[in-house]
């Protein structure tokens, strides 16, 4: 099974783009779901989580007020829209199954998949 991340591309300061993610056989996500970023030079970070449910959701805080993760479990996939894009958010894209450890949201999933590359550009 591969995690799949889909619909990057380039996008102005201020657009709006939707980020997609599915397993490359689309089955089903049973665990909770989250979104990391790797821009050029820097770690990979944590970006966003949902529980199966999406109860609950959680962002950090670049990405607050800005972004919204969302899954539809009926078809197997995590969304995230990712609103006033800023150069700032330019990475690649991971989603992920996710696991909180000491407050801190990792990987739960064995190694990254496929990423999804937003450039965020004048």
């Known amino acids: 099974e591969q995690l799949v991340a889909s619909g990057g591309g380039l996008a102005q300061p201020g657009d709006s783009l939707r980020l997609s993610c599915a397993t490359s056989?689309?089955?089903?996500?049973?665990?909770?779901m989250g979104w990391f970023r790797q821009a050029p030079g820097k770690e990979r970070e944590f970006v966003a989580a949902?529980?199966?449910?999406?109860?609950?959701?959680w962002l950090s805080d670049p990405v607050k007020g800005r972004f919204v993760i969302s899954r539809d479990n009926t078809k197997n996939t995590v969304s995230l829209q990712m609103n006033n894009l800023k150069p700032e958010d330019t990475a690649v894209y991971y989603c992920?199954?996710?696991?909180?450890?000491?407050?801190?949201?990792?990987?739960?999933?064995?190694?990254w998949g496929q990423g999804a590359v937003v450039t965020v550009s004048s």
């Open positions: 949902t529980t199966y449910s999406c109860d609950r959701t």
């Open positions: 056989d689309f089955a089903p996500l049973k665990y909770n």
């Open positions: 992920t199954h996710v696991i909180r450890v000491g407050g801190t949201w990792k990987n739960n999933f064995s190694g």
